[in-house]
């Protein structure tokens, strides 16, 4: 039987979530306590342990490079869940070499448990909490697959339920205001960076998408982008006229500029040594220009892409249809835009209710 913990569904305070999931993780330690929940040896529980035969290897560092490359190139997953998992599993082992446990057999429950009890209490979102636990319980049962544990322990550790937050949109008078903070806050590269927010308004694209995106891919003559999305998926998305001539305007006043001659690399966006603009950039270029639009809601490029999914909504589009534009495998993800507009809900309340 799977530990497991249930939540409310009401969307609690950060406290209540960490005291919540502090409390699952207690629960399942008093579980685990004397090893592994489950299978037993003479009414006693089965704590993990390496087959005897092939328990030792080259190390730790290389189980956990063979189990990157596994998820990459077997299971097909996008490169930054693997990059998340990546780090997540490393912070674990240096964890577990600290307390002196230089291989994977040597692990057990109460190690787990408690190192995930610790991350939460040093504040760590319960939604990363869940994804640290995951890594860990893939790269224990890819140990297991390799022969190399005869048990994975942390198989009985289900990953904790996370609310849905409902995510911070912009109005569409705050998106002119950003659009046009580039024009009026004496930036140094005005053309681009106008570009940028163009792009992720009217494809609603991630900050990875954008950054990836090479100039092959935008077809500004048909008014169409082809995203390269999570798991290599591909989608096209139309542009509008004004991210049409925001990007010609760059192409044409400021990329041969970053260039100055150095070869070049096929992105579309570059930084200022001429190279393809990394994520932290844009994230740093975009809030910069909320602050400059007077805009006091957290900014972040995520928050246009949930502007754009719900002013597309709000106007009447398709849900299914920003489901494809969104790139969302399942509609379940893309329904939750359907709650962030309150208009028909205040008129139907005001022409409905007895006390109006």
């Known amino acids: 039987m799977r530990l497991r913990v249930l939540f409310d569904a009401v969307s609690p305070s950060s406290s209540l979530r960490s005291r919540c999931l502090c409390g699952f993780l207690s629960a399942v330690t008093r579980v685990c306590s004397s090893g592994c929940a489950g299978k037993t040896v003479r009414g006693r529980p089965r704590p993990c342990r390496a087959r005897p035969a092939r328990a030792q290897s080259s190390g730790v560092e290389t189980h956990r490079k063979e189990f990157l490359a596994y998820l990459s190139y077997e299971c097909g997953f996008a490169r930054n869940t693997v990059l998340s998992y990546g780090r997540d599993l490393a912070q674990f082992l ?11 057999d040597a692990l057990d429950a109460k190690t787990l448990i408690a190192y995930f009890r610790a991350r939460m209490e040093e504040g760590l979102a319960p939604r990363s909490v869940s994804r640290a636990i995951t890594a860990v319980r893939m790269f224990l049962r890819f140990l297991v697959q390799e022969g190399t544990l005869a048990e994975n322990c942390a198989r009985w550790i289900e990953t904790p339920k996370t609310w849905s937050r409902l995510p911070v949109i912009l109005n569409e008078g705050e998106i002119d205001r950003l659009l046009a903070a580039p024009e009026t806050a004496r930036a140094r590269f005005p053309r681009r960076d106008r570009a940028i927010l163009e792009l992720f308004y009217a494809t609603g694209a991630r900050v990875s998408e954008v950054c990836t995106l090479a100039c092959s891919q935008v077809r500004l003559d048909l008014g169409l982008a082809r995203i390269m999305g999570k798991g290599g998926k591909e989608r096209l998305v139309p542009l509008h006229r004004p991210g049409i001539a925001a990007i010609e305007d760059y192409l044409a006043a400021e990329r041969p500029a970053l260039l100055r001659g150095r070869d070049d690399p096929g992105a579309l966006f570059l930084s200022q040594h001429g190279k393809k603009i990394d994520r932290e950039n844009v994230w740093r270029l975009v809030r910069r220009y909320a602050r400059c639009a007077g805009i006091a809601k957290r900014v972040t490029p995520h928050t246009l892409r949930h502007s754009f999914a719900t002013h597309l909504l709000t106007h009447g589009a398709d849900l299914r249809v920003v489901q494809e534009l969104l790139g969302h495998a399942r509609v379940e993800t893309t329904e939750i835009y359907t709650h962030l507009d309150r208009t028909d ?12």
């Open 345 to 356: 809900l205040k008129r139907a309340h005001r022409k409905f209710h007895p006390r109006p």
């Open 94 to 104: 240096r964890h577990a070499a600290a307390l002196g446990i230089a291989s994977p």
